[in-house]
């Protein structure tokens, strides 16, 4: 039986859509075979582990294993216990005592007798979902989208190479980059879904010197989870390619901040040369505009760019600068504008080049 292997996530992805029949009355499955590994203490920085959890369907139930679970220090022991309603297996895990202040980890692993996959709608251990039963067939365009890291291997002729990368996938576009003049150097371009296939278009246009087929490029097998995206494939019979990455948490622009293709043509001229002092400060955009009119309190100023990425050291971003001023004083005042413009960094890379209304600035991260 094949095994699943999903991050946990906060999104409560198909649980929902997913509609099974309920097991028979009478039948009461147990947690068996709890097992848990001594305290473990990793010395990782919060944001470096990764709860992880095996689903495996066998013919007893069902197995999780649950790897690096957090734990207080005097733990001896790690209690399981769980519901089994409409299709819903709810399991909550706990280790005991529960009373020291320092924290340390466990791999759990343990069985829920008497349950089959056809059965199960979605499992959730502690309130967070870790396996839905169609999570592929209700994934679309959206839900698929965001900042991705994890590894990959690419195996082409007599060349293997593995390491960590970044994709970013957003409004159909993805941008794949890591380590600049490793493989995969780059690719940008389009993306779709079809059915259990993702297919990356590549555009050359941020395509480091190797061959065409060590790019992200062309059709893959894929699996998703909403946290986790896994995709591979074999190119030709000389290529094997497969990516496991994680979904990360989204940077936060000022709303102001609009990264569409749409609504960057739309932009009509604005002059560069009422743009003054524009500084960053951390993620902070500064600058100031002078125009004719009252005060400038009404006027309204939005960073506007497509999402595509000049191909350069560093990376380079052009912007547009949509400007509303409906004031009709003679006046001429100056007003300072402030944006976040974490949303604008370029995965892989510590600084990008953003180029404003004729002006350039290094924003560096």
């Known amino acids: ?34 097992n848990f590994t001594p305290c473990k203490q990793d010395n990782l920085k919060a944001d470096e582990i990764s709860d992880k ?15 690096d679970f957090v734990v207080t220090c005097d733990f001896t022991t790690v209690k399981v216990t769980h519901t089994f309603v409409n299709g819903v297996l709810r399991i909550t895990q706990k280790g005991t005592p529960n009373e020291a202040k320092c924290i340390c980890h466990t791999d759990v692993s343990y069985t829920i007798d008497g349950i089959s996959k056809n059965d199960v709608n979605v499992i959730f251990i502690n ?24 590894t990959f291997t690419v195996k082409y ?41 993702i297919i990356f278009n590549d555009e050359n246009i941020w395509t480091a010197n190797f061959d065409w087929n060590l790019i992200l490029n062309g059709e893959y097998d894929y699996t998703f989870d909403g946290n986790r ?10 290529g094997y390619y497969e990516y496991d990455l994680k979904k990360e ?12 293709e749409k609504e960057y043509f739309k932009v009509p001229e604005f002059l560069g040369n009422a ?19 009252c005060s400038g309190s009404s006027w309204i100023a939005k960073l506007v760019t497509t999402g595509a990425i ?29 944006f976040n413009i974490e949303c604008l960094q370029v995965a892989g890379f510590k600084s990008v080049l953003l180029k404003i209304a004729g002006k350039s600035i290094l924003y560096e991260y």
Not at 54 to 64: L, P, Q, S, W, Y
Not at 127 to 147: A, L, M, T
Not at 178 to 191: C, F, I, K, L
Not at 312 to 337: D, G, K, W, Y
Request: charged share 25%.
């Open 127 to 150: 309130g967070e979902q870790v396996y839905c039963h169609n999570g592929k067939e209700d994934v679309d365009d959206k839900s698929i989208e965001g900042f991705y890291t994890g």
């Open 53 to 67: 959890v095996n689903v495996d369907f066998t013919n007893k139930g069902v197995e999780i294993t649950y790897k």
């Open 229 to 238: 995206l896994k995709f591979s494939a074999n190119k030709n019979g000389v």
């Open 310 to 338: 000049e191909k350069s050291i560093p990376p380079q971003r052009t912007i547009e600068l949509s400007f509303v001023n409906q004031e009709m004083c003679a006046a001429m005042p100056s007003r300072e504008f402030s």
């Open 249 to 260: 948490k989204q940077s936060i622009c000022d709303p102001n901040v609009i990264i569409d």
């Open 275 to 293: 743009i003054s002092n524009m500084k960053i400060e951390g993620n902070i955009l500064k600058f100031t505009i002078t125009a004719g009119g």
């Open 1 to 34: 039986m094949r095994k699943i292997t999903i991050i946990l996530s906060l999104a409560a992805l198909c649980a929902i859509s997913c509609a099974k029949k309920e097991v028979e009355k009478g039948v009461k499955p147990e947690a068996s075979n709890v």
């Open 157 to 197: 002729r007599d060349i293997v190479s593995s390491g960590t990368t970044v994709l970013e996938l957003k409004d159909g576009r993805f941008i794949n980059t890591g380590n600049y003049n490793r493989v995969p150097a780059g690719g940008s371009g389009t993306y779709s879904i079809n059915n259990d296939k």
